[in-house]
């Protein structure tokens, strides 16, 4: 068994523009354990523990997705925080709706229950996690990046990742296993 994700990767700059507007509120703040930049991203979908010998066909399945999609207009909204109860679990950054990544998750949604994975009850939200709260963060400091406006950070995503993730104890260490271009839409 490996544990599979399906991501949407995105670009260079648009990474380094966000972590830009974080770090102006939280430059000099050096004790809280950042995603590292490699593994920033938007999961379309948690496969968790698969059968090895389904990657194959998951990746057809994903690639004949893949090639019904043209590039997705996304733009970055604002920072977030998801919660278990009152306590902050997971520091995010998030993109406006987008009906169109809506419907491509929704894709992948139907598609992949063939094999064996759980169609996702709650509702697609698409989100970059930028840190993991471990309980000994000072809370408030990293809560002040919610008052953050972006400027403009608008980008075209067109690069869809099937990805292995291994559990460490040093975390989780990601493998590309396959990668899908979504075809470049007609300026």
């Not at 507007?21 to 939280?26: I, M, T």
């Not at 809280?32 to 496969?47: V, Y």
């Amino acid at each position: 068994m490996i544990r599979l994700f399906v991501a949407l990767e995105i670009p260079e700059n648009i990474i380094s523009a966000i972590l830009i507007e974080r770090n102006k509120v939280l430059y000099h703040e050096n004790n809280f354990t950042w995603e590292p930049k490699e593994k920033l991203h938007i999961t379309l979908k948690f496969l968790g523990n698969t059968e090895e010998s389904l990657v194959d066909n998951i990746s057809h399945e994903l690639k004949n997705i893949v090639r019904k999609y043209k590039s997705i207009n996304l733009v970055v909204s604002k920072f977030g925080v998801f919660r278990k109860g009152s306590e902050p679990k997971i520091l995010w950054v998030g993109m406006h709706d987008n009906y169109y990544l809506s419907n491509f998750v929704n894709d992948i949604e139907k598609s992949f229950c063939k094999f064996g994975c759980p169609k996702e009850e709650r509702k697609f939200k698409p989100h970059i996690t930028l840190l993991r709260f471990r309980g000994n963060e000072d809370t408030s400091k990293i809560l002040s990046l919610l008052e953050v406006k972006f400027p403009v950070l608008g980008f075209m995503a067109n690069n869809i990742s099937l990805i292995k993730s291994e559990l460490k104890q040093s975390g989780s260490v990601y493998t590309t296993l396959k990668n899908f271009k979504l075809e470049k839409q007609m300026e």
